[in-house]
């Protein structure tokens, strides 16, 4: 019953910016961290940047400074925005999050592509 949706990837120019989000639905009681990962062709998934219930962030080192998380609980959403893009940005976007339901389960969206290519 619960579904994580992102939206908001697709094609951009190197120092472009893009907003993605994350919306989940469902019978959810509470929602607890949510976290951005992104995964290139042939390499591993890797924590982009995650927020926790009260607001605090993270981020890899290869995109702080440039992306920023955020929330807006009243609509279960989460949002990274994404701007100074560069080729090395170039992934599939994953949305996780920690959401409480029946129990605490961790869920995944099924991602958004975000190309960044002249």
């Known amino acids: 019953q619960v579904q994580l949706v992102e939206s908001g990837g697709g094609l951009v120019q190197p120092g472009g910016s893009l907003r993605l989000s994350c919306a989940a639905s469902?019978?959810?009681?509470?929602?607890?961290?949510m976290r951005w990962y992104r995964q290139a062709p042939g390499e591993q998934r890797e924590l982009v940047a995650l927020?926790?219930?009260?607001?605090?962030?993270n981020y890899a080192d290869s995109v702080k400074g440039r992306f920023t998380v955020s929330r807006e609980n009243s609509v279960n959403t989460v949002y990274l925005q994404m701007n100074s893009l560069k080729p090395e940005d170039t992934a599939v976007y994953y949305c996780n999050a920690a959401i409480l339901r029946n129990g605490w389960r961790n869920y995944w969206g099924p991602g958004t592509q975000v190309t960044v290519s002249s």
């Open positions: 927020i926790s219930s009260s607001g605090s962030t």
């Open positions: 469902g019978s959810i009681v509470s929602i607890n961290i």
